[in-house]
C-alpha cells in the first residue's frame, strides 16, 4: 500500500484546508504528499468544486488531492471523483453504498472525544478503506486529542496493518516531532497550524517551518 511507510522513513505530510492557488504553489515548493480540501459549507476552508478543481491543476502531479466531507451522499463523493480527486476522506457517517460503489482509496476519519471511539469502527476492515485519520475532537479545530490517554490505545492499529495511520488534529511546527515520537504515523496531517495568525488563508512560512520539522526528526 503506498501509504504506507517503512519504518525509517520520514511520515508523509499533508496540509489540508487549501482554498486558493497561491495555497497551491506554497505546497508544490515545500514537497509535500496530500493536498487536502474540505467540502463543508460549515468550515470557514470550503470550497465548491469548481474552486477545487481550478487549484488542482496548479498543484505537482506528485501530489495527491485529498477531498475531505462530513457524512456525504454518493453523489458528492462522485462529484469529486469526477473533478480529480485521489482519495476520499470521510468524517461522521459513512454510508454503505459509499463503500460499495466509491471507485476512489478512502480515508476514514474518526474524531476522537472520549478517547473510547477509534476502537468501535467496524467499518475500518473494509479493503477500500486504505487509510484511517485519527483527528482532534473538532473538524479542522486545531487542538490535540489526549495524546497521553490515547498512546497505548492507538498502538492497537497493528491490527490495521494495511492501513495508513494518519495523526491529525492540532499539530503544529512544535508539537509535531512529539506526535511522531509517541504514534509513528504514517502521514501527518496540519491545517490551522500552518495558518496565518488571524486563522484566514495558509501561511508559506509556517509551511515550510512544518515541513522541515517532520524532515528533521530522528
Ligand atoms: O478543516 C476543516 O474545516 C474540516 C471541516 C470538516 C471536516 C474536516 C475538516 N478538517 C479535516 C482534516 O483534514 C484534519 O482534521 C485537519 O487537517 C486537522 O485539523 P487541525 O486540527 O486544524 O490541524
Known sequence: MEQKRAAKEKPGIKICGITTPEEAVYLNEAGVSYA???????????????????????????????????????????????????????????????????RHPIWRAVNIKSGTEFLEKEELFYDNI??????????????????SANGARLSVREQ??????????????????????????DIVDVSSGVENDNGIGKNRDKIMEFVRKVKEHE
Open 160 to 185: 490495521f496493518a494495511d492501513k495508513a495511520f494518519i495523526l491529525a488534529g492540532g499539530l503544529n511546527s512544535e508539537n509535531v516531532q512529539t506526535g511522531i515520537s509517541i504514534f509513528a504515523p
Open 130 to 147: 486504505t487509510g484511517i485519520v485519527v483527528d482532534g475532537a473538532q473538524y479542522g479545530g486545531g487542538k490535540t486529542f489526549d495524546w
Open 36 to 102: 487536502g480540501f474540505v467540502f463543508f459549507p460549515k468550515s470557514k476552508r470550503n470550497v465548491t468544486y469548481e474552486q477545487a478543481e481550478k487549484i488542482f491543476s496548479g498543484l505537482d502531479p506528485s501530489i495527491k488531492k485529498v477531498t475531505v466531507f462530513v457524512s456525504p451522499t454518493l453523489a458528492e463523493i462522485q462529484s469529486a471523483e469526477e473533478i480529480g480527486a485521489d482519495i476520499l476522506q470521510i468524517h461522521g457517517t459513512l454510508a454503505q453504498e459509499i463503500i460499495k460503489k466509491s
